[in-house]
Nanobody, 121 residues
Framework: QVQLVESGGGLVQAGGSLRLSCAASGRSIGIMAWFRQAPGKEREFVAA???????YYADSVKGRFTISRDNTKNTVYLQMNSLKPEDTAVHYC?????????????????WGPGTQVTVSS
């Protein structure tokens, strides 16, 4: 079984930055990604890191967010800059058993409990 634990959420003013971390423990994993869910909305894809240097981003965060991965620590990071009030959501770390890219939440087998990110205007 795989356990994912996120950290780094919080309250920040618009234009500010936050860095999220997600540490994985347990069996080996493939793709690691970030999703988010705002109140009353569906969970949406934010960014993914398959392996090596391959990264994917939602259009809404391109140029502002950067995903990185440290395989020696089984950890994925999400550096969020130029934050906007519309980025306010619970941010979830997700991992899959293989490295196949997907923006669909149901394609990911493992999930963290989530961390709240709130951006004030």
């Amino acid at each position: 079984q795989v356990q994912l634990v996120e950290s780094g959420g919080g309250l920040v003013q618009a234009g500010g930055s936050l860095r999220l971390s997600c540490a994985a423990s347990g069996r080996s994993i493939g793709i690691m990604a970030w999703f988010r869910q705002a109140p009353g909305k569906e969970r949406e894809f934010v960014a993914a890191h398959t392996n090596g240097v391959t990264k994917y981003y939602a259009d809404s965060v391109k140029g502002r967010f950067t995903i990185s991965r440290d395989n020696t620590k089984n950890t994925v990071y999400l550096q969020m800059n130029s934050l906007k009030p519309e980025d306010t959501a619970v941010h979830y770390c997700a991992a899959g058993k293989n490295y196949k890219m997907s923006t669909t939440p149901s394609d990911y087998e493992y999930w963290g409990p989530g961390t709240q990110v709130t951006v004030s205007s």
